[in-house]
């Protein structure tokens, strides 16, 4: 395998890990007493999925208004309900739309596995304050291994594979 391969495989498996790890998909943009306005990538260009999501969140008690815009992946909502409430909405449908079609490529094992990943997520983030998380831990530890192989062993392209699949890792962080 020659140094442009294993650069194209290290990022393609970097980020696969990062959609694997990453939170929901929605980003809290803007947020008022009673009106807040998401972001999920999924949205950009879904006509289907931002109707099926605004259908879904009308017949939600508490939520007065939706307004979902596939152009930019938003979604407004207006609500009378108390903010944790609609934070449990949102991880609901979160969770509603990671889950694989009756089609899908990959099965419980599939679903049990990325399951117990994101477990072990939020327990390492809960049991650190929010100061790590398991992206993290991973993209230091392969960024420390490839590393100690480029330093002390003279390695390429794997030392240099590490440490790219850790920045693939971490490129999507705040």
Known sequence: MNYLTGLALGVSAGHKL???????GFT????????????????????????????????????????????TGSILLLYTCRDEYLDLVIDDLSRR???PGPRAGYGRL???????GRQVNRNIV??????????TILAGLMFV???AKMWTLGQRPSGP??????????????
Not at 18 to 24: A, M
Not at 32 to 52: I, S, V, W
């Open 97 to 99: 739309h990671k889950m």
């Open 18 to 24: 990062h959609q694997l790890l990453q939170g929901g």
């Open 145 to 147: 291994s490839g590393a």
């Open 110 to 116: 599939g679903m049990n596995i990325r399951g117990l």
């Open 28 to 71: 809290l943009v803007h947020a008022l007493p009673a009106r807040r306005r998401y972001r999920h990538d999924d949205l950009l260009d879904n006509r289907e999925l931002a109707l099926q999501w605004e259908q879904h969140l009308r017949q939600i008690q508490g939520i007065t208004q939706v307004k979902i815009t596939p152009e």
């Open 126 to 135: 809960k049991n650190t304050d929010q100061l790590l998380d398991l992206r």
């Open 161 to 174: 594979q590490m440490v790219w699949w850790a920045y693939s890792l971490l490129k999507g962080r705040y």
